[in-house]
């Protein structure tokens, strides 16, 4: 059994960590961080004329709550949920690509991949599509490690084909790119609040960064992303704390809330991968997220 296949079980098989475990209780996601993620993203629909949002990896539906508010229709997905046949309106993957379980392999002393057993023990030799993979995306030397995309990127483009005319789908995950990859990858485990170490035994959540440069689209910062939406985390003025107090607070925790969405040291540096159907849509998704 492959690490991946493992993997996959702990997670998703009977008596699995997301069979039995919220998300919410064993890590924060920008969903948990503020409304004003959500609030961000209703506005993105709104400019892209949009009036439902599918939620693919919806854990408790907190960023569906906050739509619905918002007069948004939302259909909610669950992490291992099908997909319908067809993705209408505004399609957000926030941390979902991160628990879809992948292939982690180590180069041996001579160069070779090979793939990681259940135990992070060396196995096979990598070769097929995942060896291809690895060496348009991730090349590496003796002693490195690294997460094979491939899975990563079939779940996106299996959303993506799905996608009607004036949908955009935007995967929003924290990940790296080419000029960047971790020489030892990123394979870890959480469990209440706390990294720990990945066992595949469903005791914990497993999760991997993800290559973001291979799923195709368009690769822009959450802190960038979220500015462009109108997030601020500019601090209210003195003098409203004494004609307006209550008003100064409400706005001082909004701008503390939005400081942690737009860092760029955690929040802030995830990547949105967006993407759309058509070319009228894109070039209206481009002008709301990069302003």
């Known amino acids: 059994m492959t690490f991946r296949d493992a ?12 069979r039995r475990e919220r998300p919410a209780a064993h890590f924060r996601t920008s969903v948990h961080a503020s409304v004003l993620f959500g609030h961000a993203i209703a506005r993105l629909a709104g400019q ?7 939620d693919i990896g919806a854990g408790s539906g907190e960023l569906g709550k906050v739509l619905r508010d918002e007069g948004l229709s939302v259909l909610d997905i669950e992490l ?4 319908p046949d067809r993705l209408t309106g505004l399609v957000i993957a926030n941390e979902w690509l991160d628990n879809v379980p992948c292939e982690v392999v180590e180069w041996d ?42 899975a990563r990127d079939e779940a996106w483009q299996d ?34 609040g706390r990294e720990c170490s990945p066992e595949p035994d469903g005791s914990c959540d497993i999760t991997a960064h993800v290559a973001l440069d291979s799923l195709g689209g368009t690769i822009l910062s959450q802190r960038d992303a979220l500015r462009a939406l109108g997030v601020s985390a500019a601090r209210p003025s003195l003098e409203l704390a004494h004609t307006e107090p209550l008003r100064y607070l409400s706005e001082l925790s909004s701008a503390g809330e939005a400081a942690e969405l737009l860092d760029p040291s955690g929040l802030g ?11 009228a849509t894109v070039r209206r998704a481009s002008r709301a997220l990069c302003a």
């Open 269 to 279: 540096g995830f990547g949105w991968v967006w993407t759309a159907a058509d070319a």
């Open 109 to 150: 002393e001579d160069g070779v991949p090979r793939y990681l057993a259940a135990d992070l023990t060396p196995g096979e030799v990598v070769d097929g599509n995942d060896l291809g993979w690895l060496q348009e995306w991730w090349p590496g030397e003796p002693g490195d490690r690294a997460e094979v995309g491939r």
């Open 159 to 192: 959303v993506v084909r799905r996608l009607a005319d004036g949908a955009v789908a935007i995967a929003i995950d924290y990940g790296h790119v080419r000029s960047g990859r971790p020489p030892y990858g990123t394979l870890t485990g959480f469990r209440d």
């Open 48 to 54: 892209l004329g949009l009036s439902a949002v599918v």
């Open 80 to 83: 291992d949920d099908q997909l």
């Open 7 to 18: 993997w996959q079980r702990a997670l998703y098989g009977p008596g699995g960590f997301y």
